[in-house]
T-cell receptor, first 112, second 115 residues
Framework: GNSVTQMEGPVTLSEEAFLTINCTYT??????LFWYVQYPGEGLQLLLK?????DKGSNKGFEATYRKETTSFHLEKGSVQVSDSAVYFC???????????FGSGTRLQVQP | DVKVTQSSRYLVKRTGEKVFLECVQD?????MFWYRQDPGLGLRLIYF???????EKGDIPEGYSVSREKKERFSLILESASTNQTSMYLC??????????????FGPGTRLTVT
């Protein structure tokens, strides 16, 4: 079956620090990969996506590269801000499926 | 912008009550989904629908049912609410067939407490 494993949080960083949130996956087909973000009190918003191996998704300074050889899709940002504090979810949609499979989420806390 | 709305942000119900959670999307999407979100477990799929009156079970359908009578509306029903159904419920919609690269759009969520 499909699964997504994320690093456990919370991750606490100072403003302007470098961020990495690890995500690895198991899928039976050729999945599309997504990062969603959930700000306090809100639903999930798509942050970035990649639909095939070696694709790099990017948005708002965040980046993630689809690595088929290591089945990973790690989220990175060079300099985090307090406003990036949120819960980040890695997800995949496998070939032939309509629904997403989500990781457990990683809470990021950025301190001024 | 795609908009997915849910009927309530917060709901408190008693054990044994029948509970309806409503979701409406305004982008003519074929697919609609209900997830529940619990700390440490991420989002788990309850049911989804790929067309009017069509539905498929997700990973945790027990204790829930759904209804899709119109394309824009997808309802989640708790036939007899129990305390272990206290959770955040998220509705989502998307276009495209299976395996599509199209993203899912989420509503703001309904936090349900069953006492």
């Amino acid at each position: 079956g499909n699964s997504v494993t994320q690093m456990e949080g919370p991750v606490t960083l100072s403003e302007e620090a470098f961020l990495t949130i690890n995500c690895t996956y198991t899928a039976t087909g050729y999945p599309s990969l997504f990062w969603y973000v959930q700000y306090p009190g809100e639903g999930l918003q798509l942050l970035l996506k990649a639909t095939k191996a070696d694709d790099k998704g990017s948005n708002k300074g965040f980046e993630a590269t689809y690595r088929k050889e290591t089945t990973s899709f790690h989220l990175e940002k060079g300099s985090v801000q307090v406003s990036d504090s949120a819960v980040y979810f890695c997800a995949l949609r496998d070939t032939g499926r309509r629904a997403l499979t989500f990781g457990s989420g990683t809470r990021l806390q950025v301190q001024p | 912008d795609v908009k997915v709305t849910q009927s309530s942000r917060y709901l408190v119900k008693r054990t044994g009550e029948k509970v309806f959670l409503e979701c409406v999307q305004d982008m003519d999407h074929e697919n609609m989904f209900w997830y529940r979100q619990d700390p440490g477990l991420g989002l788990r799929l309850i049911y989804f629908s790929y067309d009017v009156k069509m539905k498929e079970k997700g990973d945790i359908p027990e204790g829930y049912s759904v209804s899709r009578e119109k394309k824009e509306r997808f309802s989640l029903i708790l036939e007899s609410a129990s305390t272990n159904q206290t959770s955040m419920y998220l509705c989502a919609s998307s276009s495209g067939p299976s395996g599509s690269r199209y993203e899912q759009y989420f509503g703001p969520g309904t936090r349900l407490t069953v006492t």
